[in-house]
């Protein structure tokens, strides 16, 4: 199984959690992080002023999927993210070892049915 750490724009949640949905990924964690990457925050303008935006406000989408998923929630994930600017976003993809449904304590070890 694969987790895919998905850091995104605001304004484009929405969007990304219909594509998933529509496509039988119904199951992630979102939450609001503030961050940075190559440009280390901005400069903005505001009322004359130049403030210095260290960290930005951004989503975070966890979804943890079969390995055989991995490329189709990519392509779902970047496709709804993207405008061509920068501040688009960045995704991780790492190895998760098990995951336990704590309603009957099922688990799953390998790609089985669930995630
Ligand atoms: N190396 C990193 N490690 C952890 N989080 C990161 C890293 N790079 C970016 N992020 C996270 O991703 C968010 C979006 O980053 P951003 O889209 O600005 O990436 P970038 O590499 O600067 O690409 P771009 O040049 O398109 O802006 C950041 O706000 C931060 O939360
Ligand atoms: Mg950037």
């Given amino acids: 199984m694969k987790k895919v750490e998905a850091i995104v724009r605001n ?8 594509a998933l949905a529509d496509s039988g ?8 992080v503030k961050g940075r990457g190559k440009q280390s925050g901005i400069i903005q303008i505001l009322n004359g002023t130049k403030i210095f935006a260290d960290l930005l406000p951004k989503t975070k989408i966890d979804v943890v999927i079969k390995d055989s998923n991995l490329d189709k929630v990519l392509e779902l994930i970047i496709a709804n993210a ?3 600017s920068i501040g688009d ?23 089985e049915e669930i995630i």
Avoid: C, M, P, W
């Fill in 89 to 111: 976003g960045k995704i991780f993809v790492s190895d998760v070892e098990q995951v336990i449904r704590v309603r009957d304590g099922a688990k799953a070890t390998e790609d």
């Fill in 11 to 18: 304004d484009k949640l929405s969007f990304i959690k219909k």
């Fill in 25 to 32: 990924f119904s199951g992630l964690t979102t939450y609001e």
């Fill in 82 to 84: 993207r405008t061509g």
